[in-house]
């Protein structure tokens, strides 16, 4: 064995914990981009996500990964009439809903945990699966700590949009206080796609949604920047539903920065904003300005 796979042992050894979460996401980062991140001096946007996983050790920041307390928090600055209400909390469903359908059930502590129930068959399947999201603990698979600090729990809100079909989706990337970025989500569950603009509504990507401009945007976008002010980026999501926007949750770690950009230079630019926040350095250093997308 050379005294390098020596060091690298050792390394391990001493530090499981992070030594190994940084091989997992090193690997996982490869398979799914192609190149190995850098995960000490990360300048795209989906290094930017593995560096806060492995360095990021916020608690305000991490409980942002529990729902009920984002909804709170989303009510005392922009006020309850903004925030997707909830109907209902705890870790047990009841035996009968007592809310009239359509509705959804989600985990307080993960992501993509999720039922709308539309019918009996909905509630039944409901029934079956929280049991098992309340035990699950979201996170570890992919080294995101944070959600640890999500109380274990159920929620139901009332649906959101046209009951056939899940709700458009309106995603606000924000670094230090300042909305960069709008990705609109629409067609999930059948038909997933979607498309990026900037805070102008002028795309960056390929058009793939066919959901025009929200009539609130302005009003997301300034409701998400002061949602985001104080940290370095959080994605702020938002519905649309009868002329006024409703605030849904915060992200942390979209895609887990596992799903590659399109066009990748989308990447660069998003990381060349996050890189000003967390690390001014790392931009005035290399002279760098926002790289061009294409």
């Not at 929200?214 to 938002?238: C, K, N, Q, Y």
Request: hydrophobic share 40%; aromatic share 12%.
């Amino acid at each position: 064995m050379t005294e390098l796979a020596h060091a690298a042992r050792r390394t391990v050894e001493s530090q499981p914990g992070e030594a190994l979460a940084r091989i997992r996401l090193a690997f996982l980062y490869r398979w799914r981009h192609g190149r190995w991140p850098d995960l000490d001096r990360p300048r795209r946007f989906t290094e930017w996500v593995q560096w806060r996983k492995l360095h990021d050790r916020c608690p305000n920041r991490a409980r942002l990964t529990d729902k009920g307390h984002s909804k709170r928090v989303a009510a005392d600055i922009l006020g309850s009439a903004m925030v997707v209400p909830t109907l209902w909390a705890g870790y047990t469903l009841p035996a009968e809903p007592r809310w009239p359908m359509p509705f959804i059930v989600k985990a307080n502590h993960g992501c993509g945990q999720f039922i709308v129930v539309r019918d009996r068959a909905d509630w039944r399947r409901a029934r079956v699966k929280a049991p098992r999201w309340v035990a699950s603990r979201y996170g570890a698979a992919l080294c995101e700590w944070h959600y640890a600090a999500a109380t274990p729990g159920l929620i139901v809100e009332p649906y959101v949009g046209d009951p056939n079909a899940l709700p458009v989706d309106f995603k606000i990337y924000v670094f230090g206080g300042r909305a960069e970025m709008v990705q609109v989500h629409e067609g999930r569950g059948r038909h997933h796609r979607w498309s990026q603009f900037d805070r102008n509504w002028q795309l960056l990507s390929r058009l793939h949604s066919v959901h025009g401009k929200p009539a609130t945007l302005d009003t997301m976008i300034a409701a998400s920047e002061r949602l985001g002010a104080g940290h370095d980026f959080l994605r702020v999501d938002f519905y649309e539903k009868e002329g006024r926007p409703l605030f849904g949750e915060f992200c942390l770690f979209p895609g887990s920065g596992l799903d590659p950009f399109d066009p990748v230079g989308l990447d660069d630019e998003l990381g060349w904003h996050w890189s000003a926040q967390s690390n001014p350095r790392l931009v005035q250093g290399r002279d760098w300005t926002p790289p061009s997308l294409y």
